[in-house]
Every structure is written in C-alpha cells, then in structure tokens.
C-alpha cells in the first residue's frame, strides 16, 4: 500500500489528529499530534489494511530555529510470505512524525505498541532530550520521570544532539580533547 493511502485511512478515521502528509520526498511521511500519537500507532498497528508490525527506528531530530523537536517513527509491515524462500514479505511502509516543543519535550511512549521503542525512546531521550512520558523504564531525575539513559552514564549533563550542546570540558576528571594532541581545546 502507498504511503498516500495509509494518510487517507489516517485522516478519516483521526481526522485533525493528523496535521500535514509530506510524500514529495525520499521520505515520506504523515504528521500526527502528540496526544493522539498512541492511538493512531496501536491502530497502524492493529488494522488488517495496514498490520504496520514493525518499527524499524526512532530518530530524534532537532529543529533548533523553530524551537522544537521532532520524533520520525518508520513503520513497517512484514508478513509471512507464500514460499519457503519467500520467509517475509514487506507490504506496507511510512514514517509517522510527531512534534513536540524544545522547551517542554514529552511526546507519550508508544513501547506497549512496539517492544522495540523501549530501547529507541531511551536513546531519543539521552542523545536529545525528548521525554517518552509513560515509559516502562522510566527513572526520576530534576525534571521529573524520563527514560533511564542507555549510552551516556547516568550522571551525564545535557543531551548531546542537540544542536546546541555545550561539550563538556572534562567529564570526572577526564579532559575531553577532541582534537589530536590538542591540550587547550576550544569547544
């Protein structure tokens, strides 16, 4: 099924929820708000037209200029194929992106949808700070519960994807030169 078919499905049954449709790309995609986003990802999921079973990633993308923070989920349909050398077919694909502000980032966990969201919202969070509110594996910190990180330490401070991360000049004691043989480097 085309990507432009799964948007018209979408759009009829959430209407509003689903904001804009972009399909003249490499990547094409529908835009869902970050309320509904739950809802619409157990229905990919569920709806015998589409069966999206798959989610291939999350990435976190960062809109600096426009103060926000984007979450693109590429879904996947994979079903049993006809053959024995036919084990699995694709049938159905898009990416679903949900928005959120830089300021307050919480976009709700879709990890009860797909198990494998569990690990790609625990990287969206540590590498760029959007939090997957409802997460199973959810720890408190300063600003209230987020994702446990998966790739910095614990302690780690700020989310280096963001594009306006500051890097660290040591970390524990550990100078954090960038630059081969650099000892006064300049971030």
Known sequence: MAPEEIAEILKETFGASITDTEFETAHP????????WPEVAAFLRDDERLQLNFLRSISAVDYLEDDKFAAVYDLASY????????AWALTNAVAVQVWTDRSDPHIPSVAHVWRAADWHEREAYDLMG????NHPDSVEGLNGFHPRRILCPDDWEGHPLQKDYAFPMEYHGIPAVTELNQTRPIH
């Open 79 to 86: 079903r049993p194929g006809k053959t024995d050398s036919d």
């Open 130 to 133: 959007v939090i997957f509110d």
């Open 29 to 36: 995609r529908v835009v869902v708000t970050a309320d509904a």
